[in-house]
């Protein structure tokens, strides 16, 4: 029986700075909604804050090492949020579909994306410059605060609240689109590849653009296949 063509969407490096995401940053956002939150119970808030610092030490230590170690997947990554075209306006509007096929069970015609769709620019341009935001303020509120002027540590605090709220109810809905589209949770969580048929359908114009085959004795031509260059 032949097996089904694959393609690599998320190499290694990716994925484990994902898996760190998940170990640094969400703990550190839903601590942070308990501390937003101030609920009744002081000992509960300062348990929430000691989760809230190690999530934050993890996600901070992760994202050094991840554009240290892997400076090309964060350069094609910020090449990949950056390019936008009408496709991608029209894409929005109508919500990549994703309205209709989980309410109504029924697929509308959406255009043609590359390898991440307008969605995953959007959170990918959020998480991004509010992620920097999140660890810069952060930080300097918790370790500089003594010398930081009155004044802007007030909008820091203000800024990582709003912001670091913003970022995390993304994050959750973010988390539970992968959910819903099995593949894409399946490869960032698995081995990183993916159906190509999966692909041809949800990122037509990736593997149009920068798909090319692998030709070896252990790789049949048409079973193997890898993206031209880092994408």
Same mark, same amino acid.
């Given at each position: 029986m032949q097996q089904e063509p694959r393609i690599l969407r998320h190499p290694l490096a990716s994925r484990i700075f994902h898996w760190s995401l998940i170990l640094g940053f969400l703990p550190a956002a839903l601590s942070g909604?308990?501390?937003? &939150?101030? =609920?009744?119970?002081? %000992?509960? /808030?300062?348990? @929430?804050?000691?989760?809230? *610092?190690?999530? @934050?030490?993890?996600?901070? !230590?992760?994202?050094?090492?991840?554009? *240290?170690l892997a400076t090309d997947r964060v350069v094609a990554f910020i090449r990949h949020i950056s390019e936008w075209t009408m496709h991608d306006v029209? &894409?929005?509007? /109508?919500g990549g579909g994703y309205m209709h096929?989980? /309410?109504?069970?029924?697929?509308?015609? !959406? #255009? #043609?994306? %590359?390898?991440?769709?307008?969605? $995953?620019k959007s959170m990918g341009a +959020?998480?991004?410059?509010?992620?920097?935001? +999140?660890?810069?303020s952060g930080w300097l509120l918790y370790a500089f605060l003594p010398i930081t002027p009155r004044e802007i540590a007030y909008w820091l605090g203000l800024g990582h609240e709003w912001i670091g709220l913003l970022l995390g109810v993304s994050t959750l809905a973010h988390i539970g689109l992968g959910i819903y589209n099995q593949a894409e949770f399946k490869s960032m969580f698995g081995d990183g590849t993916i159906p190509l @048929? /999966?692909?041809?359908?949800?990122? #037509?114009? &990736? !593997?149009?653009?920068?798909?090319? =085959?692998? !030709?070896?004795? %252990?790789?049949?031509?048409? $079973? @193997?296949?890898?993206? $031209?260059? +880092?994408?």
């Open positions: 909604f308990v501390i937003w &939150w101030k =609920p009744e119970g002081e %000992d509960f /808030v300062n348990l @929430a804050m000691r989760i809230h *610092i190690i999530g @934050a030490t993890i996600f901070t !230590v992760a994202s050094i090492l991840f554009t *240290i029209r &894409w929005l509007m /109508v096929k989980i /309410v109504f069970k029924k697929e509308i015609p !959406v #255009p #043609p994306m %590359d390898k991440m769709n307008s969605g $995953q +959020l998480m991004l410059h509010g992620g920097i935001f +999140l660890m810069v @048929a /999966v692909a041809e359908k949800h990122s #037509p114009l &990736w !593997v149009e653009r920068h798909v090319e =085959p692998i !030709v070896s004795d %252990d790789a049949p031509q048409e $079973q @193997a296949l890898q993206e $031209q260059s +880092l994408g």
